[in-house]
């Protein structure tokens, strides 16, 4: 039972962790995709490593409340430097506008580190045929 419990440990459950646990507690299962012969093992670890890292490059939780809270405070700090009689609207909607602002600034930097994300991916994709195909077959098994 203990060889079970070290075989079935993962610290963590990112996708380059996830696909490596699946390849070696799964790999001497019977119609478990085996490695092309013409793809070796760092070709695999490569192809992981560099998607891992498309997928990290958006950030933690963390840094993205940290922009989001930076971008959001940013126009209200941008409108109190101006005095109030030049700011288009009186009182309370001057921070709703900026707030708005705001959350358009926040809504553009998600869009553009999507883009980005797909984009790294695709180039990943793109460059490791072989190891991306031979991931699709070990994710669906």
């Known amino acids: 039972m203990k060889d079970l419990e ?3 440990v ?3 459950d990112d996708f380059q962790h996830r696909v490596e646990n699946k390849i070696r507690n799964h790999n001497d299962e019977p119609g478990f995709p085996q490695m092309p012969t013409e793809m070796d093992e760092q070709e695999l670890a490569d192809y ?6 498309a997928l990290d490059s958006e950030g933690t939780e963390r840094s993205r409340y940290t922009v989001a809270g930076i971008l959001l405070s940013l126009p ?3 409108i109190s430097a101006f005095p109030e009689e ?3 609207f009186e009182g309370f909607l001057n921070v709703l506008l900026a707030i708005g602002i705001g959350i358009v600034l926040f809504v553009v930097y998600r869009v553009l580190m999507k ?3 797909r984009n790294r991916i695709r180039n990943v994709n793109r460059d490791y045929p072989q190891a991306k195909d031979y991931v699709d077959k070990v994710l669906a098994f």
């Open 76 to 78: 209200i700090l941008v």
């Open 10 to 12: 993962t610290t963590l």
């Open 86 to 88: 030049k700011l288009p």
């Open 115 to 117: 883009f980005l994300v």
């Open 48 to 53: 992981l490593f560099y998607y891992q890292a």
């Open 6 to 8: 070290e075989r079935y």
